[in-house]
């Protein structure tokens, strides 16, 4: 069968038309892969997902382009989505060693580590950075907007929005060694 049979069966629910499909694809779509990942395992996770993807969506695929071509676009998606989701976690993980890290060297010097500052290293720096310059530094809002080259209302509603972090962080703590700690809101 020619592909567009082959794809019109799969459409109908012949599965063996999808597995014909899928077989004369793979080998293709793992090569394009490799190429992108430059790693066996992960070219062929990405396939795998692709082929779900697929299988999924293959409804929508309207036959204007090749069988193939499909596949490419979905694992190339796929492929990015991944990458993104790799950075994000990559961040996260930097940060979190960032913290732990700096209580570290702050026990070590015997010095205190509160859980405010706990709390404020679990927060991504828009909000963390506006936070530490009111409350730490004592900078008005006008100042820190100039700082951070943005407007002063925006300061404004980090700091709110971060404060609103930092306490709901706060309060699990205190639920679990029954403490409360006030936050200053200025």
Avoid: C
Wanted: avoid cysteine.
């Amino acid at each position: 069968m020619e592909e567009m049979e082959l794809v019109k069966a799969a459409k109908r629910g012949d599965d063996q038309a999808l597995a014909e499909l899928f077989q004369t694809s793979y080998p293709f779509l793992l090569k394009y892969l490799l190429k992108l990942t430059f790693n066996l395992q992960n070219a062929e996770d990405v396939a795998q997902e692709t082929f779900s993807k697929a299988i999924e969506n293959l409804s929508r695929f309207k036959g204007t382009s090749k069988f193939s071509t499909w596949l490419i676009s979905i694992s190339t998606r796929v492929y990015l989505d991944q990458k993104r989701k790799q950075k994000r976690e990559l961040s996260w993980l930097k940060q979190e060693q960032a913290v732990r890290k700096l209580k570290w060297e702050t026990q070590a010097n015997n010095q205190a580590w509160d859980d405010v500052m706990e709390a404020l290293g679990h927060l991504e720096d828009d909000l963390r950075i506006p936070i530490i310059l009111k409350h730490y530094y004592g900078f008005s809002y006008e100042e820190i907007a100039k700082i951070m080259k943005m407007p002063e209302g925006t300061v404004k509603s980090r700091v709110h929005t971060g404060i609103k972090k930092v306490r709901k962080e706060l309060s699990s703590i205190d639920e679990e060694s029954g403490f409360t700690k006030p936050l200053s809101q200025g």
